[in-house]
Structure formats: C-alpha cells, structure tokens
C-alpha cells in the first residue's frame, strides 16, 4: 500500500530564507506527484505537477524535484515571504487504471515570519 | 472558467439525515475523486470515477454512495449521517496527463 510521509510537520522560519520541504513514498510506481498548497479553512490550490517521466518542475519561486527510484520529491521556496505561509502537501497518482486515486501526505506547516 | 464547484459550502446534518453532496467541472475531466479531509488523518478517498458510468471504492466509502451519469457532475450522497461524517470535503477532477483541480470544499458538521 503506497504511503507518503512530510518532514518536517511544520517549519517555522524567517523571511527571505530559502527553504526545502521533502517528501517520500513507499511505492514507486507512481503516475505523477503534485504538490499542493492550503490555507486556513481553504481548498487546496495546486503548485506543482511531474509527471513520472521528468526530474523536476519550476514555477517563479519554487522548484519541484522527483527521484521515484528513491522515493522522494522535494519542493524548494526561494526568498521566503509571509505569503508563503500555508500548508504543503505532497500527493502522488498511482500509475495504471486507478489514476482518480491521490494519496496525500500529511502535509508540513509553514510559517514565515516579517 | 468556473473549474469544481461544489455545493454547499456550510451544511449541518442530524444524525440519521441524508443529503447530497453537489460537485460539477466544466473542464471535461475525465477523473473525479471525492476525498475527506479531518484533523491530524490528512486527506482521505472516499469514492472515485474515471469516467461517466464508472464509480469505484477509496479509501473510506462506508456511508457514503456516487454516481456519475454525465462527466460534468459527481454527487455524493450520505445515506444516514453520523456524527464520525463531521468533516471537511473535497472534490476533485483531472483530465488525463494534468493534475488535479480542487473545489473549495463543504464543511459539514453531524449533530
């Protein structure tokens, strides 16, 4: 059964650093990974998408890396702002039919501090 | 371009009401995935569809029943609210090789 784990839980730091959240999973086979972000009391708003195929995608600040020989995706935030502070989660889609089943991490909480 | 819109935002039940869960996506998506979203258990799938006709089980489909007779709509229905069915869910649509698109999620609370 494919699990995805998110260190850390949450992540507190000051503005203007650059940060990496990780991801990993226990199953390899695996259609794409997104990364996703959530506000308080929100939907989730997707950032990032890699197919199974590519190594990695950027868009303005961040930048997504996947490794499924590992098992591991990081998403990496440059120059950090207080906008930037949300919950990350990290989904992967199993490959084959069952492509309607994302299974999510737990997410990592950040906040970005002025 | 609307994407998922689910309705109702806010819902509350008492135990033993049923009720329907709308969800509808103008991008012609093929998939559609229900997920529950509670507190320190993240994200759940309830109940998914990659196709009009074609409804399968996640993670957690006790209680919960979908159907899907056209691709635009994916309802879900509670068929005898219990107060464990207190939670936040999501809707969701993907065309094939994209990602997913999310609704803005119902809040429903089982009194």
């Known amino acids: 059964k494919q699990e995805v784990t998110q260190i850390p839980a949450a992540l507190s730091v000051p503005e203007g650093e650059n940060l990496v959240l990780n991801c990993s999973f226990t199953?390899?086979?695996?259609?794409?990974l997104q990364w996703f972000r959530q506000d308080p009391g929100k939907g989730l708003t997707s950032l990032l998408l890699?197919?199974?195929?590519?190594r990695e995608q950027t868009s303005g600040r961040l930048n997504a890396s996947l490794d499924k020989s590992s098992g591991r995706s990081t998403l990496y935030i440059a120059a950090s702002q207080p906008g930037d502070s949300a919950t990350y989660l990290c989904?992967?889609?199993?490959?084959?039919?069952?492509?309607?089943?994302?299974?999510f991490g737990k997410g990592t909480k950040l906040s970005v501090k002025p | 371009n609307a994407g998922v819109t689910q309705t109702p935002k806010f819902q509350v039940l008492k135990t033993g009401q049923s009720m329907t869960l709308q969800c509808a996506q103008d991008?012609?998506?093929?998939?559609m995935s229900w997920y529950r979203q509670d507190p320190g258990m993240g994200l759940r799938l309830i109940h998914y569809?990659?196709?009009?006709?074609?409804?399968d089980q996640g993670e957690v489909p006790n209680g919960y029943n979908v159907s899907r007779s056209t691709t635009e709509d994916f309802p879900l229905r509670l068929l005898s609210a219990a107060p464990s069915q207190t939670s936040v869910y999501f809707c969701?649509?993907?065309?094939?090789?994209?990602?997913?698109?999310f609704g803005s999620g119902t809040r429903l609370t089982v009194v």
């Open positions: 969701a649509s993907s065309g094939r090789s994209y990602g997913y698109t």
């Open positions: 199953d390899s086979a695996i259609y794409n």
């Open positions: 890699i197919q199974s195929s590519q």
């Open positions: 989904a992967v889609g199993a490959e084959g039919g069952s492509q309607g089943n994302l299974i």
């Open positions: 991008m012609n998506h093929e998939y």
């Open positions: 569809s990659v196709g009009a006709g074609i409804t």
